[in-house]
């Protein structure tokens, strides 16, 4: 009974965040959280695509891991920081002015404070560097052997 309304909810939340994505307005980590957390519980299929979906995955594994690479951590706060200011200047009011910056600065601090993710492309000196086996004869990182 609550499959169909969660896979509902999950695609309508992977519709806002993926619109997200190019419009700054719209927060996208969110939107991806709540669909990974519907589709975790409805459909191990959907769930699956969206944690290793190349665009999207990424947003997910940033907050599961805490981290972020630094050049995520530049858009984010440069996007963070035009969006506070631009709201403050079509608002126009005295409130914003205090209450937005004071919200961007505690979420600015939050990110900064997040630990460094490498970048996850591998370099050629890592494609083929040995993996270490205690059982048997050393094996290379793009060796599929178990």
Not at 19 to 32: D, Y
Not at 121 to 145: G, I, L, M
Request: with cysteine.
């Amino acid at each position: 009974m609550w499959k169909p309304l969660l896979i509902a909810i999950g695609l309508l939340s992977l519709i806002c965040g993926a619109i997200g994505v190019v419009l700054p307005v719209i927060p996208t980590t969110p939107f991806l959280l709540l669909s990974a957390f519907c589709f975790a519980r409805s459909s191990e299929k959907l769930h699956n695509y969206l944690v290793s979906h190349r665009i999207f995955g990424e947003y997910i594994s940033n907050y599961y891991n805490h981290a972020m690479t630094p050049q995520h951590k530049f858009r984010t706060l440069l996007m963070l920081w035009c969006g506070i200011i631009l709201s403050c200047v079509l608002i126009g009011a005295t409130v914003p002015w205090i209450v937005l910056p004071i919200i961007a600065t505690c979420v600015s601090i939050h990110i900064i404070r997040l630990k460094p993710r490498p970048d996850a492309t591998p370099t050629a000196t890592t494609v083929n560097a040995p993996v270490e086996d205690s059982t048997s004869e050393p094996r290379f990182a793009d060796d599929h052997r178990a």
